[in-house]
């Protein structure tokens, strides 16, 4: 920095001080700017060196808040010490007073492009926090959020959800895909549901998300499912994919094994993620299907199935219609009126519908011309473009 400018600094400040006495790090963020200096303890106090003055008792701007960010910064680790994270990100809540004064100072002595100090004391903060906890700050997707309010002396703390993909298998009967809400909060959480949405564990949703709650410290794990299946269904193969939103996680980096077991349901390839797809996932299945129909069933008749593969099934809805196709049908009688069907269609093919014919053509129930039901049906395959 030329000499100049500085000798003119540090008049300037000798003016300013004889009406407001500034601890080092005020009077260095009031010319740090200009004379292009990092450091505004380390310019104050050698602006202050040159006025041959001591430090005020007590700060006019800051009342000595700057000075006491270290002890601030240790409450902030203690505070965050059950919570992983690599990078973060500060915001600080400051008396207004210390605004007032800040602003009163720079339109008086006309000062310039000068950083607030709020901006002051989240730098200072996320200065030693980053040394502290060998982690960085982030502007645009910090791990973990600090706020750290000095009028309440209260630090709070906002971790990342996390997102995860992975598929699951099921291995039991009778037991449902989804968890009923909790009914006091539509599972938005609540101090009835432990913050947690739901109330009970028995269904694959259950126990993927109280895996989750556990292992990862989460508030809530929100599930995403890529297409759904019946209480009575099996989930084998390769399984299905799924994606979790893990709401206020305290562990971010965990190895999870390739397979998880939960007794009847299987977590497999647990991997984080950026994002969560907000376009439906195109899938298909592989099923395996049992059917009673109502009457005796003609093995030639039986042969009509195999047309499947030719022409989509159409489902009608109340105002519109959409197709699914079908990619492969195998089938055998297994007595006079009951058949298994093992096939391979388009995700989100209806089978209980299709099978009953119930707004959809061409259906089982159609072709072997005879009511049928779909007793039961397992998915042996779930298969994604990704
Ligand atoms: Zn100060
Ligand atoms: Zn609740």
């Known amino acids: 920095m030329d000499a100049k400018t500085f000798s003119a600094v540090v008049e300037q400040t000798r003016k300013i001080l004889r009406e407001h006495p500034l601890c080092d790090h005020c009077i260095g963020r009031m010319f740090a700017g200009n004379l292009g200096m990092k450091s505004h303890r380390r310019l104050g106090n050698k602006i202050r060196s040159k006025l041959k003055q001591h430090p005020p008792r007590t700060c006019y701007v800051c009342k ?4 006491t960010l ?13 919570y992983q994270f690599s990078t973060f990100l500060i915001g600080a809540i400051l008396q207004p007073s210390i605004h007032d004064r800040d602003d009163s100072i720079r339109s008086k002595f006309r000062l310039r492009g000068i950083t607030s100090i709020k901006g002051d004391v989240t730098r200072e903060l996320g200065k030693i926090l980053s040394r502290k906890t060998r982690s960085v700050v982030d502007y645009h997707n910090p791990d973990i959020v600090f706020t750290m309010d000095f009028k309440k002396d209260f ?19 009778d037991l449902p895909q989804k968890q009923k809400p909790c009914d006091q909060c539509e599972g938005r959480g609540c101090f ?8 009970e564990f028995n269904s694959v949703e259950g126990k993927v998300a109280k895996f989750f709650i556990e292992k990862f410290g989460a508030q809530q794990a929100r599930i995403t499912w890529i297409g759904s299946e019946d209480e009575s269904s099996l989930v084998l193969g390769n399984g299905r994919p799924f ?12 190895r999870l094994g390739k397979k998880i077991d939960l007794r009847g349901v299987s977590i497999l390839g647990i991997r984080p993620i950026n994002k969560i797809p907000s376009d439906p996932v195109r899938f298909r299945t592989v099923v395996e299907m049992k059917i009673e129909a109502e009457r005796d069933l003609e093995p030639a008749q039986l042969g009509k199935l195999a047309s499947l593969v030719e022409r989509p099934v159409v489902l009608y809805e109340d105002s519109h219609h959409h197709k699914k196709s079908i ?28 099978v009953a014919g119930h707004q959809v053509e061409p259906s089982i129930s159609s072709l072997l011309e005879t009511n049928c039901r779909c007793a ?9 473009s990704k």
Do not use: W
């Not at 000595?64 to 000075?67: A, F, I, Y």
């Not at 994606?243 to 965990?254: E, G, I, S, T, W």
């Open 70 to 82: 270290e002890q601030q910064a240790k409450k902030m680790i203690e505070a965050s010490k059950d």
């Open 192 to 199: 009835v549901c432990d913050f947690h949405g739901i109330r």
């Open 327 to 354: 990619y492969s049908i195998k089938f055998k009688q297994t007595s006079e009126n009951t058949l298994s069907v093992k096939m391979e269609s388009d995700g989100g093919l209806p089978l209980k519908r299709f």
């Open 243 to 254: 994606f979790a939103k893990l709401v206020n996680p305290h562990k971010r980096q965990l």
């Open 376 to 384: 039961q049906f397992d998915f042996n395959k779930i298969i994604t």
């Open 64 to 67: 000595n808040l700057m000075s």
């Open 155 to 173: 630090c709070e703390i906002k971790p990342k959800a996390l997102l995860l993909q992975g598929r699951y298998t099921k291995q039991v009967r």
